[in-house]
């Protein structure tokens, strides 16, 4: 697993260590349980990135975790749904972790809420977008963080990767931390399988409405997110690989059965399950009726779960 987490590290031209970033705090609020900081620090490329720091109110931290939004075409948004502000309630994993008593670091993808910008021309040839919190410019510019890249010989995931693996030393610097953990739903999820396939830092993971193959997706027309238009990347590896790249290590696998974007999760598990032989209740798999927006019983599942790895070493079988 180490050789194949190099080869696909060098695919993506993923640097092989980081420092912590400086982090400027910009405001602070009491809240029932927890406390939620906005802060701001530089990741390598020269950006700042935003995020939300949810501490729980009670002494000490059992653990932290680094939670990453989901996208549903909804630019103007990103922390701030993780933080139950805005948007859907079954995405604030902030305050629902910070209560179980884990320190959460929840930041703006490139993109996204505070780091949406001017996008340029071209705004005519964006598809329609009727839903809130989204506007064909916010389309535009996501799509041109992945368009210049890859014109230029770079990727929009390695981008996306680079600062979530600055905010795993944002997340250990605040906390001390050593086990640090990731959830992410969706696009968040795709984030997440990825993060945790190529940085050992994360001790356990949980990927939520986002395991589906390349080889399916492509079979099926299944649309993919810009982040993983990767040339060349589905020849040579799939999300089974991404898997395999975890072990031992912990990861949950959440997914649902009317859902497109984990359409053969059930498949791309039991093509990476060798992978786990020697420690077999490290990868978990919770499939579920439903589609592919979270609903209560998953957002609890998810939250528990991510307690239970912070807190002690215990596994829950799904």
């Known amino acids: 697993m180490n050789a194949l987490r190099e080869d696909i590290s060098v695919y993506l031209k ?17 809240e029932d349980g927890f406390t939620r900081s906005l802060i701001r620090y530089l990741v390598a490329d020269g950006e700042y990135v935003e995020a939300f720091v949810f501490q729980p109110s009670s002494e000490g931290s059992r653990g932290a975790v680094l939670a990453l939004h989901q996208h549903n075409s909804q630019w103007a948004i990103g922390k701030s749904e993780i933080a139950g502000l805005i948007g859907d309630p079954m995405q604030a994993f902030g305050p629902a972790l910070a209560r179980r008593g884990l320190t959460v670091l929840a930041p703006d993808a490139i993109g996204f809420e505070s780091r949406r910008r001017k996008a340029g021309w071209g705004a005519d ?17 996501y799509y041109n963080e992945m368009a ?5 010989g770079d990727l929009l995931m390695t981008k996306i990767l680079t600062d979530c693996m600055s905010g795993l030393e944002v997340l250990r610097h605040l906390t001390e931390e050593d086990r640090l953990g990731v959830v992410g739903h969706s696009f968040g999820g795709i984030a997440t399988l990825f993060l945790a396939a190529l940085d050992t830092r994360v001790v356990y993971a949980c990927c939520s409405g986002a395991l589906c193959s390349y080889r399916h997706k492509v079979a099926n027309g299944i649309a993919l997110e810009i982040s993983l238009i990767i040339p060349g990347f589905a020849a040579r590896f799939d999300f089974d690989d991404l898997l395999r790249c975890v072990a ?18 059930e498949d791309v598990v039991l093509r990476a399950r060798p992978a786990f032989a020697d420690c077999p209740y490290e990868l978990q798999h919770a499939r579920v009726p439903g589609p592919h927006a979270l609903d209560q ?19 829950l079988e799904t």
């Open 14 to 30: 993923i640097p092989p260590s980081y420092a912590p970033p400086p982090v400027q705090q910009l405001e602070r609020a009491e």
């Open 125 to 141: 040839l964006a598809p329609s977008l009727d839903r809130p919190h989204s506007t064909a410019q916010d389309w535009l510019q």
């Open 148 to 152: 210049h890249r890859l014109v230029r």
């Open 248 to 265: 031992p290590r912990k990861i949950l696998i959440v997914s649902a059965t009317n859902d497109p974007q984990s359409a053969d999760a």
């Open 297 to 315: 019983y998953r957002f609890d599942f998810i939250t528990n779960w991510a307690a239970i790895q912070a807190g002690n070493s215990q596994s």
